[in-house]
């Protein structure tokens, strides 16, 4: 597995992004997919999961019904669409994949990370 994240920039509050999450190896169609978010001097917060069929998600409180995380048929690219964008959301953010068809919200849970990207939301 080997995963590169995109699609970060800058946007005013109130807008949308749409952050991919590529499997170069195209080998992560049968794992769990996660996205996090660090901010400078904080911990890593979980986002958002998927399981392998893309059937099963779920989401922090923060982003509930804002967020929507989804992967392509084919399995091996992963979005997360983030709406109704805020401040509070502007960090880098992270994909990764676990070994498992159903991944947890640790990073613990999660043995392959890609590179970050960063989103940052103007008040």
């Known amino acids: 597995v080997q995963l590169q994240a995109s699609g970060g920039g800058l946007v005013q509050a109130g807008g949308s992004l749409r952050l991919s999450c590529v499997d170069s190896?195209?080998?992560?169609?049968?794992?769990?997919v996660g996205w996090f978010r660090q901010t400078p001097g904080k911990e890593r917060e979980f986002v958002a999961n998927?399981?392998?069929?893309?059937?099963?998600?779920s989401y922090a409180d923060s982003v509930k019904g804002r967020f929507t995380v989804s992967r392509d048929a084919g399995g091996n690219t992963v979005y997360l669409q983030m709406n109704s964008l805020k401040s509070e959301d502007t960090a880098t953010y992270y994909c990764?994949?676990?070994?498992?068809?159903?991944?947890?919200?640790?990073?613990?849970?999660?043995?392959?990370w890609g590179q970050g990207t960063q989103v940052t939301v103007s008040s």
């Open positions: 990764a994949a676990s070994r498992r068809a159903v991944a947890g919200s640790q990073t613990r849970d999660y043995p392959y």
């Open positions: 998927i399981d392998w069929r893309g059937f099963r998600t």
């Open positions: 190896r195209r080998t992560f169609s049968n794992n769990g």
